[in-house]
């Protein structure tokens, strides 16, 4: 098993490093972002946190989707709650994670300059740093600093790659 989830709260980088990531593993990249049904983008534009219900279908969509890449996928996924990454382990045992860690003022700083059209507003970090749950302790997790440059971030992810792969 082999598949690494990018993890973390919005605006920690996760699109960043996994695609940098994926390109460099020769791996698939799956957007979680890009799997939210539409009534979850249309209540984040609204300024409305996800509940557990609303991200329970998402989950198993990405489940689905990391099945169909038996050889290794990169995954972004905010996976925020330990019962979300437990509901994607369920569909891919052995599942691992790497978690951007980002302060709320580097995280607000960071969504509220891409702001422009995206759905997701600075006003909705607060929500994912109240129900954030650390994977630290977790088996399969790299928890790394999201404010490391790029290219230090992907060295980190390759080694731990290299060490950790089944
Ligand atoms: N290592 C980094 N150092 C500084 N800025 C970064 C770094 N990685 C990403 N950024 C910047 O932070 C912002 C968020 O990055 P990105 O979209 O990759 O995050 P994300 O976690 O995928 O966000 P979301 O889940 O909200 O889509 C972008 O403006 C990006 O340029
Ligand atoms: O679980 C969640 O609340 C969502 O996945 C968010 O994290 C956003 O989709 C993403 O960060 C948008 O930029």
Redesign the pocket.
């Known amino acids: 098993m082999s598949s690494i989830v990018v993890m973390?709260v919005?605006?920690?980088?996760?699109?960043?490093?996994a695609s940098a990531v994926a390109a460099v593993l020769g791996w698939p990249l799956i957007e979680g972002?890009e799997f939210h049904a539409a009534a979850n983008v249309a209540k984040m534009r609204a300024g409305t946190p996800l509940t557990d219900a609303d991200r329970a279908g998402w989950l198993d969509t990405l489940g689905t989707e990391l099945q169909r890449h038996p050889a290794g996928a990169l995954l972004?996924c905010?996976a925020l709650k330990r019962s979300y990454r437990e509901r994607l382990r369920a569909a891919l045992p052995g599942l691992r994670f790497v978690h951007?860690e980002l302060s709320r003022a580097e995280a607000r700083r960071?969504?509220a300059?891409?702001a422009g059209g995206h759905y997701?507003k600075a006003e909705l970090v607060d929500s994912q740093f109240e129900i954030l749950e650390s994977p630290h302790g977790e088996a399969g997790v790299l928890t790394i600093d999201?404010?490391?440059?790029?290219e230090a971030?992907v060295d980190q992810v390759i080694a731990w790659n290299q060490e950790t792969r089944a």
């Open positions: 973390g919005a605006g920690c980088g996760k699109s960043s490093l972002d972004t905010s951007l960071r969504v300059q891409r997701f999201a404010t490391l440059p790029r971030l």
